[in-house]
């Protein structure tokens, strides 16, 4: 575990949960950056849709 300034002042249970893989200031770095393709998707379909609505 990284020692940060003023740590020492959390609770040991906090201190475990922001240790695990996925928390943190790096949380981001190991996926893609955008949607998902299924996200991505529902988007699209939802825009379509709003616009058909404008045009009709």
Known sequence: MRVRPGQDRL????LDYAG???H???AQQAGRP????????AVMAAARSDVATVRD
């Open 20 to 22: 695990q893989p996925g």
């Open 11 to 14: 609770d040991r249970a906090v």
């Open 24 to 26: 943190g200031v790096d």
């Open 34 to 41: 955008g949607y998902s393709d299924r996200e991505f998707q």
